[in-house]
């Protein structure tokens, strides 16, 4: 059966007070919310160890926003996943569109990020997703499939059963404007596709949505079949928002899948 997971990503935002206030809120709202589904917070690199220590033995994991494509030596300003994987890291987002956009980093260099988690025993949360000028001219399965074979490529079938996949369209990233429930689902269903052609041992790989979800929004979303889970950016600053899409996910049972 996949998981069912949701994990929020703080990008650029916090400060140790409210950083302290957020985990709190956000372990009381869980603890009384529990949908049966992993749940996690992908901080800024400063704030890992504040974070890890405020987690403490709850269920919420820990997870960052990118790391180094190299184990270690001259590279000023960048972090490894082993050093991450000292500090409890569970999850780190390779490839999300900012990265791409305002790094200018290639669907190579994400694959070979992914494989720098694994080795380290993190999981990779490897995000997709097309332009709104891709999707108006009917690219987005070519780009995500692209963006994903990428990284299969990279990793041997082993290692792919043992990554994640968020589909992020990035007109939806930050825009108020989410994808619709029938759009997600359409374009899960086709990475499940690229999964199983691949490798009927990828029938596992959760893939989540991302993309201005919003704890209004997410029970539609979250009830589509092939909808795993959520990435949730602006949402996950709330608290209260972020425990309110936890609840919002629906229990599967192993039969329904
Ligand atoms: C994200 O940053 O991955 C994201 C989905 O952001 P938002 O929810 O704010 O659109």
Redesign the pocket.
Known sequence: MRKQLVLG?W?MNGALAFNARLIEDLMQGIADGDSGCEVGVCVPFIYVAQVGEALGGSTVRLGVQDISAHTEGAYTGEISAKMASEFGVSFA?VG?S?RRIYHHESAEIVGVKALRCLEAGITPVV?VGETLDEREMNETNHVVERQLTAVLDCLGVEDATRIVI?Y?PVW????GRSASAGQAQETHAFLRQVLDTRSSSLSDVPVLY????KSSSAADLLRQSDVDGG??????LHAGELAAIVAAMPRRTSQAR
Do not use: F, M, W, Y
């Open positions: 990503n990008k987002l999300h900012e995000c968020a992020e939806a990233i930050g825009t991302g993309g201005s979800v990435l949730v950016g602006g949402a996950s």
